[in-house]
């Protein structure tokens, strides 16, 4: 049985685990993230996956970060929250552990694990969407990853779908991910109950009375009690998603889309607007089979899976 090292690096934890062929985790290690040291957490993602491959007897590493990663899989070009810029950490890990080392987008290591174990694997083409603080992206077709030219495929959240619209983190205007994401979500319950504190008054006393302390877990929990001022937030919300899913569609017509992330966790709250709306605007929608809606099934180990399996397809390519 193959055993891989998956590595899931985000800004506040590192969490490695060894996994096998059928997705499962044998054993796993977390460790706060040194964020502002950028040696040091690689340094410290390599010795992780040194002792967990030497007690385990793996044989890859796949690393899975928050960022821009190269077409050769191997050096982390830009990531926000790490302070990488250029990081050569392939090189950095396999010199430390002398296994062959993947590194790849968290998004499209996360998604790789749903098309291959989880919603999509009855798939061979699948959208996997992570709706969380913004929205991140996996395009799988014929039972591949989709990485483009640079490597750069698959940053969903940053295409324009309101021209003008909000101001994005990435310095451009009117991004998906500021309307279709969790953030979305709090901005439109912040500013409804900003502008009618009447309307929005459980969201409101959930947050004590604070609307800037609104959070999307105030928002869910009122839609869920049945709060018509939270059901509304997520009508909005799920508008924007369908509208963005059925852009996606008309390009690349996919069996299946899947929605993942923290937003997801609301289940029909979400998913019943999300299918309305992509299904309102799905193109050729009467001559066409309609790609599925389904939500996610790994959860929050989906990044170390998918990392350590997408290992073993680079070794074997």
């Known amino acids: 049985m193959s055993l891989a090292i998956g590595v899931d690096v985000g800004g506040t934890k590192i969490a490695a685990g060894v996994v096998d062929e059928q997705g499962q985790i044998v054993a796993q290690l977390r460790r706060p993230t040194p964020a502002s040291d950028t040696a040091r957490t690689a340094e410290l993602i390599a010795k992780m996956a040194k002792d967990l491959a030497a007690e385990h007897g793996a044989t890859t590493i796949g690393i899975g970060a928050a960022g821009f990663v190269d077409q050769e899989r191997a050096n982390v070009i830009f990531a926000p929250n790490l302070a990488w810029r250029n990081e050569p950490l392939q090189q950095i890990v396999e010199a430390a552990t002398g296994l062959p080392t993947v590194v790849e987008n968290d998004a499209n290591a996360a998604g790789w694990a749903e098309a291959r174990f989880g919603a999509a694997k009855d798939a061979h083409s699948a959208v996997v969407l992570t709706i969380g603080t913004g929205i991140g992206g996996a395009i799988i077709q014929d039972d591949k990853l989709v990485r483009g030219s640079n490597g750069f495929a698959g940053e969903l959240g940053h295409f324009i779908i309101r021209p003008d619209g909000r101001r994005c983190g990435c310095g451009l205007r009117g991004c998906w991910e500021r309307y279709g994401s969790g953030s979305a979500l709090v901005h439109e319950a912040r500013e409804l109950a900003g502008i009618d504190p009447n309307l929005g008054q459980r969201m409101l006393e959930l947050a004590h009375d604070d609307v800037q302390q609104i959070t999307g877990l105030h928002v869910t929990m009122a839609a869920q009690e049945g709060d ?4 509304d937030c997520f009508s909005t919300l799920g508008e924007w998603i369908g509208r963005g899913m059925a852009v996606i569609a ?6 299946v889309f899947v929605l993942a992330g923290g937003v997801s966790e609301a289940g029909d709250l979400l998913s019943a607007p999300v299918n309305k709306s992509f299904r309102k605007l799905l ?3 009467k001559y066409r089979r309609e790609p ?5 099934v790994m959860g929050n180990q989906a990044g170390m899976i998918g990392a350590a399996d997408l290992s073993r397809v680079g070794v074997q390519a």
């Open 283 to 285: 193109t050729a929608r």
């Open 250 to 255: 008309a390009v690349l017509d996919p069996e």
């Open 228 to 231: 018509p001022a939270a059901l």
């Open 292 to 296: 599925e809606l389904r939500m996610a």
